[in-house]
């Protein structure tokens, strides 16, 4: 079963507002063997409205429609509805008369236009509103030949999520055939979005079953693995068939089999061997110590380390000789690896990691060009120390500085 989410309302055109709602009922729906297929989002116009409705109708068996229930000339999702499925549209005494109470027992007066919040479609079912004034409805139609399911659910989100839990759920496991999705997401540190898929693909393609997404970010690539099946044990024996042969091909490059991030893999490391970590960065600022410390109880293995921008820091806080620095300048090798032996020594952990670099945009040289990174870490016997020339703007320099920092950070333990 396949489903399209319509999202109402010009607002969600600007910058200004964003649609939400739509990743919630996409959680409800893949827990129910329901793929999102479609999101679409339309703005307060007739035609476009019906358009949406239209092709959703086409394409997809379960139709979520989200705001444009309200009481105003703009709210038109009902009538955009009732003209894509050509059924009618009829006003509800009922629904009236709970929209009058609710205004008295607030001590409102309710405009006139008000109900047209209690106009129900054809063949729907009203789904009560407790925390609003606009109920939902619920439509088990045919369109065509094919069966639809359709629901029409308020737009704020306070409404809509209890909504669609209370009464919404329900119906959908009633009238839907059981289906179950398992997923997996994998990681892997440093490698183009484009040589992991040349590696992976020959091997993916053999899971027909199993939708394979490949996302790029800073530093790393994201596998994303999804399966249908009509048992959630069948469903997850594919996905996980897929996972480890994919493991297997890039072997060290994956850092994470279950969608954890790099610096909870490092921490988990740190603590398995009874490890322990100190940082001294330069061009970082303090970005990988900010990534360790977000985890909670990163304090185990994590000591802490210092912020060593300026030289006279440097030899301060993590014991880097000023002869070293006069000799090879604050961004090299050898900066680097004092860096690194320094922090650990100072804060008397088991590893030390230093990072020194040109983040840019200024600072750079033909020598040592923007982007130039060196990155030490040190276990007291050596001390590893890789140089990076990374593009991009000064936050991408830094993020990258960082994740390979961390990465390298995981390897020595590994």
């Known amino acids: 079963m396949n489903a399209e989410i319509i999202a109402i309302g010009s607002e969600l055109l600007t910058p200004w507002r964003q649609d939400t709602n739509s990743l919630f009922v996409t959680e409800r729906l893949n827990k129910l063997g329901v ?49 894509a499925l050509k059924i009618t549209i009829k006003r509800n005494p009922e629904l009236i008369a709970q929209l009058y ?34 109920p939902g409805q619920w439509l088990d139609t045919v369109y065509g030949t094919h069966r639809k399911l359709v629901m029409l659910l308020p737009g704020p ?9 209370a009464q919404c759920v329900p119906r959908l496991k ?34 027909t079953d199993v939708d394979t997404t490949i996302l790029a970010h800073l530093g790393d690539i994201q596998v994303n693995l999804l399966c249908t099946k009509p048992t959630m044990e069948l469903a997850q024996a594919r996905v996980d068939a897929l996972a480890n042969r994919l493991e297997e091909e890039l072997d060290d490059l994956v850092y994470s089999s279950h969608g954890e991030r790099l610096e909870q893999i490092v921490l988990f490391y740190l603590e398995m061997k009874g ?22 109880g990163s304090s185990r293995s994590f000591f802490g380390g210092a912020v060593v921008y300026s030289n006279e820091l440097k030899s301060e806080f993590a014991n880097v000789p000023p002869s070293v620095l006069e000799r090879h300048g604050a961004v090299s090798k050898e900066t680097a690896e004092a860096l690194a032996e320094g922090i650990r020594e100072r804060c008397d952990t088991t590893l030390g990691v230093g990072v020194t670099g040109i983040a840019g945009p200024t600072g750079g040289t033909e020598e040592k060009p923007v982007g130039l990174v060196y990155i030490g870490v040190s276990d007291g016997k050596k001390t590893d120390v890789v140089e990076r020339r990374f593009t991009g703007d000064r936050g991408r320099i830094r993020s990258y500085a960082a994740q390979t920092a961390l990465d390298l950070v995981r390897r020595k333990l590994m």
């Open 35 to 83: 793929n999102v297929i479609f999101k679409t989002i339309v703005g307060d116009r007739p035609k476009h409205l019906v358009d949406a409705v239209r092709n959703a109708l086409g394409r997809t068996d379960v139709i979520v429609v989200m705001g444009g229930l309200g009481p105003t000339e703009d709210d038109l999702t009902r009538e955009a509805v009732a003209e």
């Open 101 to 134: 109470t609710r205004a008295a027992q607030r001590r409102m007066t309710m405009p006139r236009n008000n109900e047209k919040q209690a106009d129900v479609l054809e063949g729907a079912t009203v789904l009560e509103n407790p925390k609003g004034s606009a």
């Open 157 to 165: 989100p306070s409404e809509l999520k209890p909504m669609f839990d």
């Open 174 to 207: 009633d009238a839907l055939p059981p289906r179950f999705i398992a997923t997996r997401v994998l990681k892997a540190a440093l490698i183009a979005e484009s040589q992991a898929d040349a590696r992976i693909a020959p091997i993916y393609g053999q899971f």
């Open 275 to 296: 490890a322990t970590l100190s940082v001294a960065e330069s061009c970082t600022g303090g970005l990988i110590s900010q990534r360790l410390t977000s985890i909670s």
